[in-house]
T-cell receptor
Framework: TQLLEQSPQFLSIQEGENLTVYCNSS?????LQWYRQEPGEGPVLLVT?????EVKKLKRLTFQFGDARKDSSLHITAAQPGDTGLYLC???????????FGAGTTVTVRA | DAGVTQSPTHLIKTRGQQVTLRCSPK?????VSWYQQALGQGPQFIFQ???????QRGNFPDRFSGHQFPNYSSELNVNALLLGDSALYLC?????????????FGSGTRLTVV
């Protein structure tokens, strides 16, 4: 059983559309991280959020950490084909060195 | 600035054999973690090495073992390979743990057990 549940599992949209990916858990995390992974590559860190209610923007990507630090969302505005990939959320807890990953959301942006 | 380097990139082994995977961390990082990623799944934590010792271990059998060298590089060994061990093995480096601040991942080693 995954500690972090991501939804949806798959998302296919047209270039220029917006999308949101969700990451939910019943556990509290000290920080939550979002990674993007392309085929044949390792995950690449996009952002780390550490404060409940925190919102971070990275160009067309907006990340939000829930007030209770149990959930997060990733919103992409005006998606481009280069945004295609597997988006993974991962949680870190105090006194725990590992990251707990969700199963990922596969995003496909069609030109 | 070299990132995390893993070798080999691909490997095919037979059931029952043993395999060793290698990882060189990003320059300046002293901690190495290993993850297993099955097809269509998120990475699962195997263990973390810091100061040449296994600091934390995930839910993996003793067939999975590792080592960290004085130069911070690391090896992952898997004995008595099973078909279910087929996966992408990812090495991630960080500074003094780094779970809170994120990891730098290598491109992984794709292991196929036949």
């Amino acid at each position: 059983t995954q500690l972090l549940e991501q939804s949806p599992q798959f998302l296919s949209i047209q270039e220029g559309e917006n999308l949101t990916v969700y990451c939910n858990s019943s556990s509290v995390f000290s920080s939550l991280q979002w990674y993007r992974q392309e085929p044949g590559e390792g995950p690449v860190l996009l952002v780390t959020v550490v404060t409940g209610g925190e919102v971070k923007k990275l160009k067309r990507l907006t990340f939000q950490f829930g007030d209770a630090r149990k959930d997060s969302s990733l919103h992409i505005t005006a998606a481009q084909p280069g945004d295609t990939g597997l988006y993974l959320c991962a949680g870190a807890r105090s006194n725990d060195y590992k990251l707990s990953f969700g199963a990922g959301t596969t995003v496909t942006v069609r030109a | 600035d070299a990132g995390v380097t893993q070798s080999p990139t691909h490997l095919i082994k037979t059931r029952g054999q043993q395999v060793t995977l290698r990882c060189s961390p990003k320059s300046g990082h002293d901690t190495v973690s290993w993850y297993q990623q099955a097809l269509g799944q998120g990475p699962q934590f195997i263990f973390q090495y810091y100061e040449e010792e296994e600091r934390q271990r995930g839910n993996f059998p003793d067939r999975f073992s590792g080592h960290q060298f004085p130069n911070y590089s690391s090896e992952l060994n898997v004995n008595a390979l099973l078909l279910g061990d087929s996966a992408l093995y990812l090495c991630a480096s960080s500074l003094q743990g780094g779970g809170i601040n994120g990891y730098t991942f290598g491109s992984g080693t794709r292991l196929t057990v036949v």
